[in-house]
């Protein structure tokens, strides 16, 4: 069964730094995507960055970039020079063949000033 | 352009009642889905339309939720005598439907449900 880990219930950075947020993945599949939103308190899932499983090189979006290690089924969010509007939840995402996705638990962000 | 709103954006009812729950997509979006978030958890698949058809319903965990789509555009959650364990956050979200693993499906705000 398809399954995604998000091992870190809660992250501290300072403003300005780096931080990468964990995520792993089980399928069976050959073809798959990988999603990151980030989910502020006022509810809403914002899309951050897309990886595919055939896609050779890592995924990036400004800030956001995605460290995909297929053989390691990991897709970490490695997010640079950490802002307070930062601060949110991060979910890992799976879409397989058919349309629905599959998510984490979340990995809530603090960033500190 | 506008994005996927969702209406009400808080609803609060007593057990046993019947409520239900709008979702508005993105303007020309075919496919729908409909996700329940539970506190501390993430969000977690309920059903899919693709046009006006349930392409996939296995998320719904009961008869007692129901989902429509009469024209292809607006959708509504259908739950019935709620139970307090119904209390959670409805998301939903639409993407353009062209199929493809790479599709973003992008969310509307919620809408935030609790059973007293």
């Known amino acids: 069964a398809q399954k995604i880990t998000q091992t870190q219930p809660g992250m501290f950075v300072q403003e300005k730094e780096a931080v990468t947020l964990d995520c792993t993945y089980d399928t069976s599949d050959q073809s798959y995507g990988l999603f990151w939103y980030k989910q502020p308190s006022s509810g809403e899932m914002i899309f951050l960055i897309y990886q595919g499983s055939y896609d050779e090189q890592n995924a990036t979006e400004g800030r956001y970039s995605l460290n995909f290690q297929k053989a390691r089924k990991s897709a970490n969010l490695v997010i640079s020079a950490s802002q307070l509007g930062d601060s949110a939840m991060y979910f890992c995402a799976m879409r397989e063949v058919y349309n629905k996705l599959i998510f984490g638990a979340g990995t809530r962000l603090a960033v500190h000033p | 352009g506008a994005g996927v709103s969702q209406t009400p954006s808080n609803k609060v009812t007593e057990k046993g009642k019947y409520v239900e729950l709008r979702c508005d997509p993105i303007s020309g979006h075919t496919a729908l889905y409909w996700y329940r978030q539970s506190l501390g958890q993430g969000p977690e698949f309920l059903i899919y339309?693709?046009?006006?058809?349930?392409?996939?319903d296995s998320g719904l965990p009961n008869d007692r939720f129901f989902a429509v789509r009469p024209e292809g555009s607006v959708s509504t959650l259908k739950i019935q005598r709620t139970e307090r364990g119904d209390s959670a956050m409805y998301l939903c979200?639409?993407?353009?439907?062209?199929?493809?693993?790479?599709?973003?499906?992008?969310f509307g705000p919620g809408t935030r449900l609790l059973v007293l």
């Open positions: 339309f693709q046009g006006t058809g349930a392409a996939d």
């Open positions: 979200a639409s993407s353009p439907g062209l199929a493809g693993i790479q599709e973003t499906q992008y």
